[in-house]
């Protein structure tokens, strides 16, 4: 079977409700304030929706909470280490 | 099926403690988990290792493979008893329900997988109409595809309920329509393309992020798009008009004279197309002529002679 479905990119303007990422993620809202609390997620400006993009972010923070039992604060420190190596490693690329 | 070492797996002996396995998987899961180690091969590596801690850390499940194991080698075909599944009753711990037992071997499967999940699967489609799971996977696609759009062909693997309510894994094939000018780590939604819903419940959607296969000519970074060109000493010397490619077919760059070796030129609005397009960074490289001709020799020794040149004007003082 082979068809052409309908296809969206993700930009700024696709935002889910907090329940609405919970579901998606499978996740707790009181989960979801945690990481808002560490900086990890945060809602897009003035309140309770977040982009749609930040289900990645979830997914992986989610991951690395589970896979090596870090706590909230242990989850955010791996995520900036994370987010700091890929920085420096396109700007190796982008050196070379 | 294939006999599977979950000892080797985890570099240990037989002898090996609770805690020895408890720390190998740590280890090898810091090493190799997909989110830290972007290498290809890693995901599968994690795979095998968390496989292996899943059996080895389970007393129960590490008593009936040890029972299982002697006298097998890795890789060597194998049949479990057949009165393995009346003998064993395995808890499916709440480790393997949340990996997703599908991502396991058919040898795990086959001893440590099956009769529990599904049950519970059963149940929960009969009482609550439910979302399906949402999939999320990497597409690697050519930067070339984002210069004018293109028409990919992907096979996935989704899971699908069947009429009786078990879920099963089967190959999905989609036309992917690639647009013009994605751009790395944007995410592609599919709408009701991933899991399917329970008792009536949408469809999950289909996640799908972008990378690009190495380019041999371009770099890319976000919107911005980068190449070394080579150019002649002279060229660099004199100024020259240089055809460059292009997400838009070559232009004619102008390298301005006195350009230096890592001089960087912009061309604006040269990089992948889009509403704000972004630019072709071209980054100049001297290549120079071996001096192995009478001609070439002469051409550079009337250099060293007409020039007023020191090389290391900027080593005043540490000389």
Known sequence: MSKE????????????????????CRVEVTWVEEMVAQGVISPVEGGRQFAEVTIRTVRTARRLERDFALNASGVALAMDLLSEIDRLKSELRRRR | MEYKDYYKSLGLAKAATADDIKKAFRQLARKYHPDINKEAGAEAKFKEISEANEVLSDPEKRKAYDDLGSGLAPGQEFRPPPDWQDSHHFRQSAGTARAGAQDFSDFFEELFGRSRARPQQRQRA??????????????????????????????????????????????????LKIPKGIIEGKIIRLKGQGGPGFNGGEAGDLYLEVAFAPDPVFRAERRDLSIDLPVAPWEAALGASI????????????????????????????????????????????????ADSEKARAAYETMARDIPFDARAGWEGAR
Do not use: Y
Not at chain 1, 5 to 10: E, K, V
Not at chain 2, 154 to 172: C, F, H, N, Q
């Open chain 1, 5 to 24: 479905p309908h296809i969206d990119i993700l930009d700024e303007s696709h935002t889910l409700t907090v329940e609405e990422l919970c579901e998606r």
């Open chain 2, 126 to 175: 009969e009482s609550i109409r439910m979302r399906g799971e949402d999939s999320h996977a990497r597409i690697v696609i050519d930067l070339r595809d984002s210069f004018q759009g293109a028409m990919r062909q992907i096979t996935l693997r989704v899971p699908e309920l069947t009429s009786a309510g078990d879920v099963t894994m089967r190959d999905k094939v989609l036309q």
């Open chain 2, 243 to 290: 055809r460059v490619p292009t997400p838009e077919g070559p232009i004619m760059l102008q390298i301005p004279p006195n350009s230096a070796d890592g001089r960087e030129l912009h061309a604006r609005g040269k990089g992948l197309p889009g509403e704000n397009p972004g630019d072709l960074v071209v980054k100049l490289n001297i290549v120079w002529p071996r």
